[in-house]
């Protein structure tokens, strides 16, 4: 499975075993835009409210405050974060309190950090709080500029970029063809058959669907 889609994503690893942290770090850190590491539950809260991961993976015994502690108050900043715990085989009867937390998925140690990283890449699609979801099953990254489909990467020029963030960003307002030009091109004079023919090869790029011309108000992009 491609995982160009990891490389937007911030994760943060609440584990108080140096040696794990060490050795998960080297193993997948890489594959994302970030990855941070707290040694407790309260180092974990202070390190989400400074970061803002897309993602927590923590150990759910540590010392300070328990993973399924820390998660609790995770989800009161951001009910929509996802968490993974990592837990020993004796841990097991507390993974059932996890369910209430709303965590999605556990590991019960040791386990192939590969097996880790397969995971997240299967619901990479869900994480990110900067994407939109768009028609013909595209995501949209409203910060970097990034456009997937199907989680592989879609080449977008500089003024591509620039042309779906504003409409992404102004959604579902429809945007007028004064405004595009002057965010596009600035001071420079173009005209109107300039900008129906970028949009066209932008179309072809993509799809059809993708951008909605609004009988004359301008354009909209499409969502899911």
């Known amino acids: 499975m491609d995982n160009n889609f990891l490389k ?13 942290s060490q050795l998960l770090k080297n193993a997948i850190g890489d ?6 590491v707290a040694n407790n539950g309260k180092d974990g ?34 009910p929509n974060i996802s968490i ?14 996890a369910i209430d937390v709303g965590v999605v998925k556990y590991f019960i140690k040791p386990f192939d950090p590969d097996e880790l990283l397969n995971y997240i890449i299967s619901i990479s699609s869900t994480l990110g709080s900067n994407l939109i979801l768009l028609a013909e099953q595209f995501k949209f990254n409203k910060v970097t500029g990034s456009l997937y489909k199907n989680n592989k990467l879609v080449p977008l020029s500089r003024k591509e970029k620039d042309f779906l963030q504003l409409m992404a960003q102004k959604s579902p307002e429809v945007i007028n063809d004064v405004c595009i030009k002057s965010v596009l091109w600035k001071d420079e004079e173009v005209s109107d058959e300039r900008l129906r023919t970028f949009i066209k090869r932008l179309r072809i790029k993509t799809s059809k669907r993708l951008v909605q011309n609004v009988k004359g108000q301008g354009y909209q992009i499409a969502l899911a």
Not at 31 to 36: E, K, L, P, V
Not at 45 to 57: A, G, N, T, W
Not at 84 to 97: M, Q, T, V
């Open 8 to 20: 937007e994503l911030k994760v943060l690893l609440v584990e108080d075993e140096e040696n794990l």
């Open 31 to 36: 594959n994302f835009d970030s990855f941070t």
């Open 45 to 78: 809260i202070e390190k989400f409210k400074k970061i803002s991961p897309d993602l927590v993976i923590t150990d759910i015994m540590m010392p300070v405050l328990t993973g399924l502690e820390m998660a609790k108050e995770l989800k009161q900043i951001n």
């Open 84 to 97: 993974i715990i990592l837990s020993a085989f004796s841990d097991k009867d507390k993974l059932l309190n």
